[in-house]
T-cell receptor
C-alpha cells in the first residue's frame, strides 16, 4: 500500500519570502502521479500543481514549483514570493498508475504567511 | 457554473438518524469519489465509482451506502448516525484516462449530536 508522509505539521513564512514544504512517499510502482492540493479556511480543496513520475522535468505553475526526486521518493513544493492568500493547509497526494484511481493523501502541512 | 457541487454544505443531526448527501458534477468525468476528512484534517477515500460501477470500497461501516444513478451523480446515504461520523465529507470527480486528478466539491460538514 502506498503511503504519503508530510513531516512538517506547521510552517510559517513572511510575506514575499520563499518556503518549501516536504513530502515523501512509498510505492513499488514505476509510473504514478503526484499532486499538491491547497485547502484554505474556506474548506475548498484546490489543485496547486501536479507531476507525472515518468517526467524528469519538475512542474511549475507561476509561483509554485516542485522538486521531484524519483529515486528518493521525494516531492517537495516550493512557494516563491509568498502571499497572505497562500495561508492554508497543503496536502501532498499520490495516485497510482493503474486502474485504482484513488488519491492517497499525506496528513497535511498548515502554512501561515505572516505580513 | 460549479464543477462539483454537493448538498447540503452543513448538516446537524441527532444520533440514530438517517441522512443523505448529494453530489453532482458537470465536468463529464467518468469517476466519482467520496472522501472523509476527520477532525485532524486527514483525508481518506471511502468509495469510488467508475461509470456507475463501484470500484473502491474501503473499510467503511455498512451504515454508509453510496449510490450512483448516473455518471454525473454520486450520493451518500448514512444510516443510524453515530457521534464518530462527525466529519467533513467531500465528493470529487476525475477523468480516469487522464491525469486522474480529482476535482472536489466544497464539502459537507456533518455534525452528529
Amino acid at each position: 500500500a502506498q503511503t504519503v508522509t508530510q513531516s512538517q505539521p506547521e510552517m510559517s513564512v513572511q510575506e514575499a519570502e520563499t518556503v518549501t514544504l516536504s513530502c515523501t512517499y512509498d510505492t513499488s510502482e514505476s509510473n504514478y502521479y503526484l499532486f499538491w492540493y491547497k485547502q484554505p479556511p474556506s474548506r475548498q480543496m484546490i489543485l496547486v500543481i501536479r507531476q507525472e513520475a515518468y517526467k524528469q522535468q519538475n512542474a511549475t505553475e507561476n509561483r509554485f514549483s516542485v522538486n521531484f526526486q524519483k529515486a528518493a521518493k521525494s516531492f517537495s513544493l516550493k512557494i516563491s514570493d509568498s502571499q497572505l492568500g497562500d495561508t492554508a493547509m497543503y496536502f501532498c497526494a499520490f495516485r497510482g498508475g493503474g486502474s485504482n484511481y484513488k488519491l492517497t493523501f499525506g496528513k497535511g502541512t498548515l502554512l501561515t504567511v505572516n505580513p | 457554473d460549479t464543477a462539483v457541487s454537493q448538498t447540503p454544505k452543513y448538516l446537524v443531526t441527532q444520533m440514530g438518524n438517517d441522512k443523505s448527501i448529494k453530489c453532482e458534477q458537470n465536468l463529464g468525468h467518468d469517476t466519482m469519489y467520496w472522501y472523509k476528512q476527520d477532525s485532524k484534517k486527514f483525508l481518506k477515500i471511502m468509495f469510488s465509482y467508475n461509470n456507475k460501477e463501484l470500484i473502491i470500497n474501503e473499510t467503511v461501516p455498512n451504515r454508509f451506502s453510496p449510490k450512483s444513478p448516473d455518471k454525473a451523480h454520486l450520493n451518500l446515504h448514512i444510516n443510524s448516525l453515530e457521534l464518530g461520523d462527525s466529519a467533513v465529507y467531500f465528493c470529487a470527480s476525475s477523468q480516469a484516462a487522464l491525469w486522474g486528478e480529482a476535482f472536489f466539491g466544497q464539502g459537507t460538514r456533518l455534525t452528529v449530536v
